[in-house]
C-alpha cells in the first residue's frame, strides 16, 4: 500500500491508484473536478484538464515537488507523496484558467438549457470563472443536423470530453459517432449524418457534463429543480432497470440512471427504460433519490437533517394533490411573532 497526504488528509491506497481516485476515495469535498473522466469508462480522462493538482512532494525517495500542475486522473500515486487540491492558491488560479478556456466557445444559454441545475460546468464556472471574459473572438458555430429520434446533439456547447464517443465505443455494438476534423474545428458529429439508435444510445445523455447531447423527450419540458427525482426499478432483460425517474405531480417527465457523488452514473440502463417507460405504474417506487445538498435540485425537497420526507411513501397517483393542496395562511398574531 502507498501513503498519499491531499490537503493534508493522509490515506493508503494499491499501487496503479491515481491521483484522482485517492482523493474520491477520501470524499468529494477533498476530490478535484473532472469533466471528462469517468471512471467506467476505459480510456476517459486527460482532456480536459480541470482536474489538476499541485504535487509539493513527489515520494519519499525523491521528495522534489513536481514543477507543474499535472492531471490527477493520469497521475499515479507514488509512496508518500504530498499533494494539494483546494489548499493551493497557485494552484486555484491555473484552474481558474482552464475554466476560462472551457468557456471561450460555450454559449451563455444556461436560462434556456436543459442541463441547468445539473451541469458540472455552471458549477465549475461558479466556483473557479471569472466575472468577465478576455475572449475578443467571434464564438465557433456549427449547422444543427439531426442524430436521431431520442437525443438532441448541440454541438456549440460541447467541450470535447469524449465521454460520448467512450460509451458509444465501449457500451454499444456500433458506434455511429465519433470527433470530426481537427483542432480548434474538432467536433462530434455522426457519419455521414447517420442516425444514432441502439439500444444503449440514450446513455450519452447521462454521461454528457454540459447541455450538448439532451433529451428529445424532455426537451423544454420542465426545469429540474421543480421535479422530484425518485429512485425506482422494473424487471428489465437489456439492462438492471434500476434508474432515477423525474417526477411534476404525477406524471414521469423523464427517467435516467442513478449517478453517484461525482455524477458518474452507477448502472447504464436500456433505451426501452429511458425513453419508453413513462408511466408510474411501470416502475415499483423506492423512494426519493438522494441528492447533493449543495445541489438546487435538492431545494426544497428533503430535509436538512436527510430524513425521508412523508410524500415519498404515498402512492405516485397521490402526488398531484399533494402539488395541489392549497397552502394555509399563516395567522396575523403568527406573523408578528415572527
Known sequence: MLKVTIDGQTIEVPEGTTI????????????????CYYSTLETSGGYCRTCIVKVTKGSEKDPRPMPKPVASCRTMV?????????TSPELLEA???????????????????????????QDLSFEHGAESTRYEFERRTFEKIDIGPNVQLHMTRCILCYR????????????????????????ISTYIEKSIDNEFSGNVIDVCPVGALTDKTFRFKNR?????????????????????????GADVLRVTGRKDAFGEVEEFICNTCR???????????????????????????????????????????DYKAIEDKPVQPVPAQNQLNN
Not at 474520491?24 to 476530490?31: H, N
Not at 484552474?95 to 460546468?121: M, T
Not at 460520448?164 to 467536433?187: M, W, Y
Open 20 to 35: 484522482l481516485q485517492a482523493a474520491r476515495m477520501l470524499g468529494p469535498e477533498v476530490a478535484p473536478p473532472a469533466m
Open 78 to 86: 507514488m509512496d508518500g507523496m504530498e499533494v494539494q487540491n483546494k
Open 224 to 248: 429540474v429543480w421543480f421535479t422530484k427525482p425518485m429512485d425506482a426499478h422494473r424487471e428489465c432483460d437489456k439492462c438492471s432497470g434500476k434508474v432515477a425517474l423525474w417526477f411534476k
Open 164 to 187: 460520448c464517443v467512450k460509451v458509444a465505443d465501449q457500451l454499444t455494438p456500433g458506434r455511429s459517432h465519433g470527433v470530426l476534423n481537427r483542432g480548434d474545428a474538432s467536433e
Open 275 to 317: 425513453f419508453e417507460k413513462k408511466d408510474a405504474a411501470d416502475w415499483k417506487i423506492e423512494g426519493p433519490r438522494v441528492i447533493d445538498h449543495k445541489s438546487v435540485i435538492s431545494s426544497n425537497h428533503y430535509l436538512a437533517n436527510n430524513q425521508v420526507p412523508d410524500f415519498a411513501f404515498r402512492e405516485v397517483a
Open 95 to 121: 484552474r481558474k484558467g482552464v475554466v476560462e478556456f472551457l468557456l471561450a466557445n460555450h454559449p451563455l444559454d444556461c436560462p434556456v438549457c436543459d442541463q441547468a441545475g445539473e451541469c458540472h460546468l
